[in-house]
């Protein structure tokens, strides 16, 4: 069974620092492209940020680009986001979600909220 | 404001057809697959069609999409009480390089 487990949110204050995981289980981790999406209170979902299986391509969306950063290691199943200079308008639940090549976001984890508040 | 555009509200009686419009341009849904999500607030997005018509296992065959030039749309056939949720698109551009999602679509069943 597919699962996807974050883990590292939490409130920290604007201009702060926080690390997301998300823990990967039930298929080959390092055979797909894992992205987070994110949504704000009250918002949509927003596509944040993509890394291929391999690292070979990563992806940002503009409005974290320069402050959040996406990583995985393949060896520990695991995906990371660090986030830094975080603004009021981060705060959102995040997301972390399996693509499976031409078949779309097909995994999702049960999300982990941050807040960014001072 | 989203670069690809669904109108924020849709409703619909039970057993009635309601379809939910995603409108984009040539660098994203003209050029690259479409895919849906279902929402319900307190829960994980579900994938309801991807390759623009394909539903995965276990997505009932009311649901159906389809894609036309820069527009896609999701169709509900057979609209039932528990439908009722946010729906959004998604496609990749290939110009600005990100993956985009409608705004959403909010489906209330009346």
């Known amino acids: 069974e597919v699962q996807l487990v974050e883990s590292g949110g939490g409130l920290v204050k604007p201009g702060g620092c926080l690390r997301l995981?998300?823990?990967?289980?039930?298929?080959?981790?390092?055979?797909?492209?894992m992205n987070w999406v994110r949504q704000a209170p009250g918002k949509g979902l927003e596509w944040v940020s993509c890394i291929s299986g391999n690292d070979y391509y990563i992806y940002h969306a503009d409005s974290v680009k320069g402050r959040f950063t996406i990583s995985r290691e393949n060896a520990k199943n695991s995906l990371y986001l660090q986030m830094n200079s975080l603004r009021v308008e981060d705060t959102a639940v995040y997301y972390c979600v399996r693509e499976s090549s031409g078949e779309g976001f097909d995994y999702w984890g049960q999300g982990t909220l941050v807040t960014v508040s001072s | 404001q989203s670069v690809v555009t669904q109108p924020p509200s849709a409703s619909g009686t039970p057993g009635q057809r309601v379809t939910i419009s995603c409108s984009g341009s040539r660098s994203n849904i003209g050029s690259k697959t479409v895919t849906w999500y279902q929402h319900l607030p307190g829960t994980a997005p579900k994938l309801l069609i991807y390759n623009n018509n394909q539903r995965p296992s276990g997505v009932p065959d009311r649901f159906s999409g389809s894609k036309s030039g820069t527009s896609a749309s999701l169709a509900i056939s057979g609209l039932q009480f528990e439908d009722e949720a946010d729906y959004y698109c998604?496609?990749?551009?290939?110009?600005?390089?990100?993956?985009?999602f409608g705004g959403g679509t909010k489906l209330t069943v009346l």
């Open positions: 995981s998300c823990a990967a289980s039930g298929f080959t981790f390092s055979s797909y492209t």
């Open positions: 998604a496609v990749w551009d290939d110009s600005l390089k990100v993956r985009l």
